[in-house]
């Protein structure tokens, strides 16, 4: 009996003295695990991709050990609101979202997304991006698809045509539907349309997320627009880059907001995102009437050869000016004009003084649908107000999207948010302005981005949960991506991992692509 005593003593103090292994060890860092809760000290131990163990891990050992040196240790970032399916085939590294704290990208939004999703995913799957991609299919390119551009409502055989392809893009892995509704042909479709749409996507468990059909002077509409669809379709909704434009609507970002507070209070699982910015960015054509485009671009241009139809455009667009209470177009800045590079990071005031024209709004938008008809731009528009930006981040159900793709370094003057919308809210909004709590901002970023798009194994540090982690100093982060010098990478991030590949290394991407397709609920095999 003593003699098995002393075995089972010795055996005790044997397997006391054993050590785990794993393959990545992180160390030492201030662990904020995405809940909201506050961080504590502890490791993360990761093992074929997956997190396996998080607290104090005195007995583990790996051949790759990450001092994290009190840095804070988080779940990779979400992002909830990108247009990364045709730029990741150029740049399938995606250094401006890596760099930036991003490890999954939610993209096909504003109603626009590759048609055939299965050939999508599969070829992400091929490509090895160095990030996860989920997508949401887009309306407007489904429209497109059954209606081309024509500006009418759809025959109930174009409804069903249109609600059959939403379904087969829910079983290839849609998280869900997304609209444009300022967009083409979005912007030419009816409330019901889109509910029959989005029931389609509900079917399969999906999620409605919407570029609503107006920001700036009718968003009380436009969002309550939103709503209803979420109610008539019984379908989670997310609003998408939630802001109020134009100077005549600043400060009314109380009364848009509480559209969604009241919704959630009568039990509606509506959500929004946000980029931090007071400026926007999309095409020089919506600042023409949506009935300038119907029918595509011959169309177009034969309106803006009619005289008569040439003035009743620049008649409408000179009235929506006024409405936003702006003087001229200076707010309105080109990001990319491939008819003239020269122009990009100019104003269209500026543009309109370099082709000898007066500088008054009249010339502007004769200057606005000339640069249209050549093929249009991609623009920056200077029109929120820095109050309303705060006010709507505080809110608790509002996630991060940078509603970027993945832009060429170097080419044209794409909006900074490309580059640095996670460490501009680090940064400046948490650590500098106090105007959320770092806990709170993380979860924001990770676990509720991650519940929404139903990523079931993602968006917080647990056992069991991808290995998608996030190592950065909080006291240093930043962003320099700037309007003027849009081209920087944020700083501050030393470690990334995508599915527990280390794809930042002290502060540089190692080239690893370890990213993969995420599906939605529906998705068959």
């Not at 926007?280 to 008569?308: E, I, Q, Y």
């Not at 002290?506 to 599906?519: C, Q």
Request: proline share 3%; glycine share 10%; hydrophobic share 40%.
């Amino acid at each position: 009996m003593r003699k098995l005593f002393t075995v089972f003593i010795l055996f005790a103090c044997l397997t006391g003295n054993a050590q785990t292994a794993c393959d990545i060890l992180i160390k030492n860092g201030r662990i904020i695990d995405g809940t909201g809760n506050s961080w504590f000290y502890g490791d993360v131990a990761v093992t074929a991709g997956k997190i396996t163990a998080v607290g104090k891990l005195t007995d583990y050992t790996a051949p790759k050990i990450i001092d994290a040196n009190k840095m804070i240790v988080a779940p990779g970032f979400i992002d909830v609101h990108g247009h990364v399916e045709r730029d990741i085939f150029e740049w399938p590294t995606a250094d401006n979202y890596i760099y930036d704290g991003v490890t999954t990208v939610i993209t096909g939004n504003c109603g626009g997304s590759a048609l055939n999703l299965k050939n999508f995913f599969r070829r992400i799957d091929s490509l090895h991006p160095s990030i996860n991609i989920a997508s949401l299919v887009g309306h407007n390119t489904v429209r497109e698809k059954v209606m081309h551009r024509d500006n009418r409502l759809a025959t109930t055989t174009e409804q069903q045509q249109m609600e059959s392809l939403v379904e087969e893009a829910m079983k290839d892995g849609a998280v869900g539907l997304s609209t444009g509704l300022i967009y083409i042909p979005g912007t030419f479709a009816n409330t019901e349309e889109v509910v029959g749409l989005a029931k389609a996507a509900a079917r399969y468990n999906g999620v409605y997320a919407s570029h609503i059909r107006n920001e700036e002077s009718k968003a009380v509409d436009a969002i309550n627009e939103a709503i209803n669809i979420g109610k008539a379709a019984n379908i989670p909704v997310e609003i998408s880059h939630f802001k109020i434009g134009g100077k005549a609507n600043w400060g009314t970002s109380n009364i848009t907001l509480g559209l969604v507070q009241q919704a959630r209070l009568e039990g509606w699982d509506v959500t929004i995102d946000q980029y931090p910015y007071t400026a926007s960015s999309t095409n020089l054509g919506v600042r023409l009437p949506d009935w300038a485009f119907a029918g595509g671009n011959d169309s177009l241009k034969m309106r803006l050869h009619d005289a008569a139809l040439r003035a009743k455009i620049k008649q409408q667009m000179l009235a929506q000016l006024r409405k936003y209470k702006f003087k001229n177009y200076s707010y309105c800045v080109v990001a990319s004009y491939g008819a003239d590079s020269s122009y990009n990071g100019k104003s269209i005031t500026e543009i309109n003084k370099l082709m000898g024209r007066k500088s008054k709004a009249p010339f502007e938008a004769e200057t606005i649908m000339d640069m249209v008809e050549k093929g249009g731009a991609q623009m920056v528009y200077h029109s929120m107000n820095e109050d309303d930006v705060k006010y709507i981040m505080r809110y608790p159900f509002c996630m991060t999207g940078a509603d970027a793709g993945v832009p060429v370094p170097g080419k044209g003057m794409p909006h900074p948010r490309g580059y640095g919308t996670n460490a501009r809210v680090l940064g400046k909004y948490v650590r500098e302005e106090k105007v959320i709590t770092l806990e709170e901002v993380i979860r924001r970023m990770t676990s509720l981005a991650a519940q929404k798009f139903q990523l079931k194994d993602r968006g917080l540090l647990k056992e069991g949960m991808a290995a998608d982690i996030v190592v950065f100093d909080d006291k240093t982060v930043s962003d320099h991506a700037t309007f003027e010098q849009p081209h920087q990478y944020s700083t501050g991030f030393y470690y990334v991992l995508v599915n527990g590949q280390v794809v930042v290394d002290k502060e540089k991407h190692t080239g690893v692509r370890s990213g993969v397709a995420l599906f939605g609920p529906a998705y068959r095999k």
